[in-house]
C-alpha cells in the first residue's frame, strides 16, 4: 500500500503501511534495520496521518540529501 525506502551514506529509513490480518493497517518505520515505529491501527483516519507525517518526513530529508532506493528485501 506504502513502501519507501531512503539512504543517505550508510544510512537507510523504510517506511510502510500495509493491510493487517484480520483487519487494520500496520503503520512501521525502520531506520538502519531497528524498528522505530510499529503501529496496528484500526481507525483509517489515523494511518492518513500516519501517511501524512511519513510523506513529510520524506519530503524533509529528500531536501537534506536522502535519495529514494529499491528495496530489494521486501
Given at each position: 500500500?506504502?513502501?519507501?525506502?531512503?539512504?543517505?551514506?550508510?544510512?537507510?529509513?523504510?517506511?510502510?503501511?500495509?493491510?493487517?490480518?484480520?483487519?487494520?493497517?500496520?503503520?512501521?518505520?525502520?531506520?538502519?534495520?531497528?524498528?522505530?515505529?510499529n503501529?496496528?491501527?484500526?481507525?483509517?483516519?489515523?494511518?492518513?496521518?500516519?501517511?501524512?507525517?511519513?510523506?513529510?518526513?520524506?519530503?524533509q530529508?529528500?531536501?537534506?540529501?536522502?535519495?529514494?532506493?529499491?528495496?530489494?528485501?521486501?
Amino acid at each position: 500500500m506504502f513502501h519507501l525506502s531512503l539512504q543517505c551514506a550508510d544510512h537507510v529509513r523504510r517506511y510502510s503501511i500495509a493491510p493487517a490480518n484480520p483487519f487494520g493497517w500496520e503503520v512501521k518505520l525502520e531506520e538502519d534495520r531497528e524498528v522505530r515505529r510499529n503501529d496496528l491501527y484500526l481507525d483509517w483516519h489515523r494511518v492518513e496521518r500516519a501517511m501524512a507525517l511519513f510523506e513529510l518526513e520524506v519530503l524533509q530529508l529528500t531536501a537534506s540529501g536522502w535519495h529514494l532506493t529499491t528495496d530489494v528485501s521486501q
